[in-house]
């Protein structure tokens, strides 16, 4: 074996680290930097500042809105049957309704609303109202008008003025006085919310107080806080248009009115289960 090629080897590893340790080092701080030549670097271009809006641009940006104007001047039309329901129990059948419409635009409309119930093949309660509204915010609107209540009792026509809206957190809330002669004085407050589970299951909570400021024996009013009644209903959107539903409804009358109930041998407090469909057009 040819014994010069390690010693080759090892001088040329050696030579390279022994040149640069007896290299002279530079002394960089005896350097004058100054005579340097700077390098050629272009300055970034400042931005120009942005201008304070004028009272004329922000009146550009954010035009005055006119309710009227939204949907222009053409009348539309629509009508809500809100509940069409029915139900079974021991004491017998009966069906209930709530249809609520308007003629109109944003600002006048023309409502009409009715309530009901049946039950042993008879009415036992039957209004309708006609009724004027106006738009005194984009959430709430004034109502006046006349209602015909057709039960219990005999037919009796009274005035109505009210108001009626959307509350915060999107409680729907309605509230009517009603006046007629022989102090036929009488309020009814409503409220329901509606609670989307998804985007076509429905919960809709309800709650309705009507007050009276007379006694009647003939109509079941005592004066005071008559009856109060709230419901529950889950609604399944087959279409925006139509959906079925099923529910619950806590009735109770109060104070005179539910001695009347009592002399009249019904009860002064029921729950039943209903059954129904919601649409419109």
């Known amino acids: 074996m040819n014994t010069r090629l390690p010693l ?15 290299a002279p080092q530079m002394d960089h701080s005896r350097m004058d930097h100054s005579r340097m030549a700077p390098a050629d670097v272009s300055p970034s271009p400042v931005p120009a500042p942005v201008p304070v809006p004028t009272a004329a641009d922000l009146a550009a940006a954010f035009p005055a809105l006119h309710g009227g104007h939204v949907h222009g001047n053409a009348p539309v039309h629509y009508l809500l049957v809100d509940r069409l329901e029915g139900w079974n129990r021991d004491a017998g059948s009966g069906q209930a309704w709530e249809v609520n419409g308007w003629y109109g635009g944003d600002i006048h409309r023309l409502r009409l609303r009715s309530e009901g119930e049946r039950g042993g093949g008879r009415t036992h309660e039957a209004d309708l109202e006609l009724l004027y509204g106006r738009a005194i915010s984009p959430w709430w609107e004034l109502v006046g008008g006349l209602r015909q209540d057709f039960k219990p009792g005999a037919a009796r026509s009274r005035a109505a003025i009210g108001i009626q809206g959307l509350a915060p957190y999107k409680f729907e809330v309605s509230a009517t006085a009603y006046f007629g002669g022989d102090s036929q004085a009488a309020l009814r407050v409503e409220g329901e919310y509606t609670l989307l589970l998804t985007q076509r299951w429905i919960l809709q909570p309800r709650l309705e107080a009507n007050l009276s400021a007379d006694e009647d024996r003939g109509r079941g009013e005592g004066g005071g806080l008559d009856i109060v009644s709230a419901g529950l209903r889950l609604r399944y959107e087959v279409s925006r248009r139509f959906a079925p539903y099923i529910g619950w409804e806590h009735e109770r009358r109060l104070g005179d009115a539910a001695d009347f109930a009592r002399q009249d041998g019904e009860a002064a407090r029921e729950s039943r289960f209903v059954a129904g469909v919601r649409f419109w057009f």
């Open 8 to 22: 080759l080897y090892s001088l040329l590893l050696v030579a390279p680290v022994a040149a640069a340790q007896a």
